[in-house]
């Protein structure tokens, strides 16, 4: 297992991240999850003995079972609770009244608490923001965050799924008010949704920040279940179509991605996700999975190489459709080029 620096820190985080949205059975997430406690203890233990030090959860997961179950696995399996980079996420609701859901003081330090007692820690090591608030001034979350920081009960602090316009000014607010600053974003990204790369991964590379990649296979879609000819009879894309693709471009891709795969004679989804550890921009790849065989999958694509021609050729498949301003940057950029 290879290790990167989060961000700008001193903190090393390993490339693959275990995802545990899949940990509790809850009617919003039936579709996702529903494992029990010994199922979520063998995927835990199989992930650390891989050399993963990384789990990620969020409060919303399973209505707070997912972070009850991440908790206890810990405990059950007698892992060092220091040994661990433990994070997890607030914002969506938690309850039925008008406070019960965003990123102000009120509803934050309430959730944290809650957080705490259902991981069975005292500390989380990365706390996110899960999404954007339009009703919260980005100065009350960023000053709160601060707060937990300073209280002990936080060590980082980092976002998940916003734009690059708050995410610039929230980076601008902390670094001239000198508090904590997010350090990480969590973000969709894969070889079929490369949206990220106009705008969000450039602050990110300007910036320092880690980025955590979620729904590395798009939902599925980029597990080697479907293809042109026919799709699987069974996968959650079926059910849940989710995160939204452009079929017929993620269909290009994978007419590149079976053959190639064939040849080198791994998995599509081993295929995918090496593209995505040979983007420098990724620090780590968030796993989710249902069962023992499906993480190893996942995991064995560390092991996977590309040349700089399969590079290329993926790359070319799968690239954006040029878009302003974009394009003229790159028209622009012509005469300041160092030769």
């Known amino acids: 297992m290879k290790y990167k620096m989060l961000g700008d820190t001193g903190l090393l985080v390993s490339q693959f991240c275990l995802g545990t949205m899949t940990f509790g059975d809850h009617p919003i997430f039936k579709d996702l999850g529903g494992l029990n406690q010994e199922q979520a203890n063998t995927l835990v233990k199989q992930a650390v003995d891989a050399g993963i030090n990384f789990i990620d959860t969020a409060n919303v997961y399973a209505a707070g079972r997912s972070e009850e179950i991440t908790g206890q696995a810990i405990k059950d399996l007698g892992i060092q609770r220091d040994s661990l980079v433990l994070a997890t996420k607030a914002r969506s609701g938690m309850?039925?009244?008008p406070n019960d859901k965003g990123l102000s003081r009120k509803h934050l330090m309430q959730q944290v608490d809650a957080s705490l007692k259902r991981l069975g820690t005292d500390y989380i090591d990365l706390y996110q923001i899960h999404s954007y608030d339009a009703l919260t001034p980005i100065e009350e979350t960023l000053r709160v965050m601060d707060d937990l920081v300073r209280s002990g009960k936080v060590r980082y602090i980092g976002a998940s799924n916003v734009p690059a316009w708050l995410l610039s000014q929230a980076l601008s607010y902390s670094k001239y008010n000198h508090i904590e600053k997010f350090i990480s974003l969590q973000a969709y990204y894969t070889i079929a949704g490369r949206d990220l790369e106009r705008e969000l991964i450039p602050l990110l590379e300007v910036?320092?920040?880690?980025?955590?990649?979620?729904s590395p296979l798009a939902g599925g879609f980029l597990s080697?279940?479907?293809s042109r000819s026919g799709e699987s009879d069974s996968g959650r894309r079926n059910t849940v179509n989710f995160p939204p693709i452009n079929r017929d471009r993620a269909f290009d891709i994978l007419d590149v991605l079976h053959p190639m795969a064939e040849l080198k004679g791994v998995?599509?989804?081993?295929?995918s996700l090496a593209w995505l550890l040979h983007q420098p921009v990724v620090t780590s790849i968030i796993v989710g999975a249902k069962k023992p065989e499906q993480l190893s999958d996942n995991l064995n694509a560390a092991n996977v190489?590309?040349?700089d021609d399969e590079l290329k050729q993926l790359d070319e498949i799968s690239k954006l459709p040029a878009e302003y301003p974009g394009w003229i940057l790159e028209y622009t950029k012509a005469d300041r080029t160092l030769s």
């Open 224 to 226: 080697g279940k479907y």
């Open 305 to 307: 190489k590309l040349s």
């Open 95 to 97: 309850g039925p009244g």
């Open 267 to 271: 998995t599509v989804a081993q295929l």
């Open 207 to 214: 910036q320092k920040v880690g980025l955590m990649v979620w």
